[in-house]
T-cell receptor, first 113, second 114 residues
């Protein structure tokens, strides 16, 4: 089983560039989310979705957009990259019940120069 | 609102020694609690979870955690550390009302000395 697949694994952007981080899951999960991981800060929620067509903001949404046109895919868009967005990004998916925890992708390491 | 505090950003133990990683939570509703492990350059893997059944929860790789409501704690333990346990460990909480996303602690890096 593929689980949660993120692409790319690594990316270097110049300040001001835009890009899309891809996330796909094959477990038919309703709930998907994006986190960023920074040293000493754990993982912080950027955006999440409770189903196709429904998205909402997390703790740190500024500078990021999301959409959810299908159950499987949940891309994260950086509109105009800034050095403060240098981080490791994780996509996660889970069943609708919060009891189950979440399945995480392998992460995308993004550097903005 | 919910939050998680992990005491100790780095913990070092000898191989064969007890592992104790501390986690305290704050939640306005009965929480679901999780421990995740992250090996270098990898994603997070679920170790164990508390979902209001048994207060002592057993997970993978010999880890267990005890939910103590009076102390608002969910500490992770393993009786005997192995070199392969070296990783970063995250405690997380979610609620079954409102936004159900996971809220993470800042993580504890476990080092195992030979």
């Amino acid at each position: 089983n593929a689980g949660v697949t993120q692409t790319p694994k690594f990316q270097v952007l110049k300040t001001g560039q835009s890009m899309t981080l891809q996330c796909a899951q094959d477990m038919n999960h309703e709930y998907m989310s994006w986190y960023r991981q920074d040293p000493g800060m754990g993982l912080r929620l950027i955006h999440y979705s409770v189903g196709a067509g429904i998205t909402d903001q997390g703790e740190v949404p500024n500078g990021y957009n999301v959409s959810r046109s299908t159950t499987e895919d949940f891309p994260l868009r950086l509109l105009s990259a800034a050095p403060s967005q240098t981080s490791v990004y994780f996509c996660a998916s889970s069943y609708s019940s919060p009891r189950e925890g979440a399945f995480f992708g392998q992460g995308t390491r993004l550097t903005v120069v | 609102a919910q939050s998680v505090t992990q005491l100790g950003s780095h913990v070092s133990v000898s191989e064969g020694a007890l592992v104790l990683l501390r986690c305290n939570y704050s939640s306005s509703v009965p929480p679901y609690l999780f421990w995740y492990v992250q090996y270098p350059n990898q994603g997070l893997q679920l170790l164990l979870k508390y979902t209001s059944a048994a207060t002592l929860v057993k997970g993978i790789n010999g880890f267990e955690a005890e939910f103590k409501k009076s102390e608002t704690s969910f500490h992770l333990t393993k009786p005997s550390a192995h070199m392969s346990d070296a990783a970063e460990y995250f405690c997380a909480v979610s609620a079954n009302t409102g936004r159900r996303a996971l809220t993470f602690g800042s993580g504890t890096r476990l080092q195992v000395q030979p």
